[in-house]
């Protein structure tokens, strides 16, 4: 069975600062990797995914991450922080073959000081 | 940008009534997830349709909850009767396929009182 684990439920960084969200993940086969993003009683928007290729994916609003199939990794990065980047965020992976199910990260809490 | 409807966005029930939540996926989505999301933790599968067809409801509790996707489009997920611990967000999802990423609606806030 996969697993997900986020280390660090609370980050806090400062404005303009790097933010860093570690992922590692538990599978047999390497699956497809994702981050999700959500806002007080929002749903889930997709920040980045990685299926397949290149390793450095980019997404939107300048994160990107990078998976590192010898760590079991796909840590979540931001060269600048900014205040509006305060929110949770979800790491997910599922099986390849598509039409599986996300299984999710307990979720860090990223919050931007001034 | 095509959009996962749900609906209602928030919902206040008693104990032991009954609550209902709509979703309407993306057109031309044939896989549609419910998920549930308790406050601090990361969503779960409750259950998932391919077109009317129920894949996984292996973590549905089946004596209070139901859930159906008749013709293969829309699809609501009712309990029956509430408990306090349903108390989370119900997320509803859909996809083409799980390459291409799933598209999340932005839930239903349960609250049982």
């Known amino acids: 069975a996969q697993s997900v684990t986020q280390l660090g439920s609370h980050v806090s960084v400062s404005e303009g600062a790097l933010v860093l969200l570690r992922c590692n993940y538990s599978?047999?086969?390497?699956?497809?990797l994702f981050w999700y993003v959500q806002y007080p009683n929002q749903g889930l928007q997709l920040l980045l995914k990685?299926?397949?290729?290149?390793?450095l994916v980019k997404g939107i609003n300048g994160f990107e991450a990078e998976f590192k199939k010898s760590e079991t990794s796909f840590h979540l990065t931001k060269p600048s922080a900014h205040m509006s980047d305060a929110a949770e965020y979800f790491c997910?992976?599922?099986?390849?073959?598509?039409?599986?199910?996300?299984?999710f990260g307990t979720g860090t809490q990223l919050k931007v000081e001034l | 940008e095509a959009e996962v409807a749900q609906s209602p966005r928030y919902k206040i029930t008693e104990k032991s009534q009954a609550v209902a939540f709509w979703c309407d996926p993306i057109?031309?989505?044939?896989?549609l997830y419910w998920y549930r999301q308790i406050l601090g933790q990361g969503p779960e599968l409750l259950v998932q349709?391919?077109?009317?067809?129920?894949?996984?409801d292996s973590q549905l509790p089946k004596d209070r909850f139901s859930a159906e996707r008749l013709k293969g489009v829309d699809s609501t997920l009712k309990i029956q009767p509430a408990e306090l611990g349903d108390s989370a967000m119900y997320l509803c999802?859909?996809?083409?396929?799980?390459?291409?990423?799933?598209?999340f609606g932005s839930g239903t806030r349960l609250t049982v009182v």
């Open positions: 057109s031309g989505h044939a896989t």
């Open positions: 349709f391919q077109d009317e067809s129920v894949v996984d």
């Open positions: 990685y299926t397949t290729g290149a390793t």
């Open positions: 997910a992976v599922s099986e390849r073959g598509g039409g599986n199910k996300l299984t």
């Open positions: 999802a859909s996809s083409i396929n799980g390459v291409s990423g799933y598209t």
């Open positions: 599978s047999s086969v390497p699956p497809y």
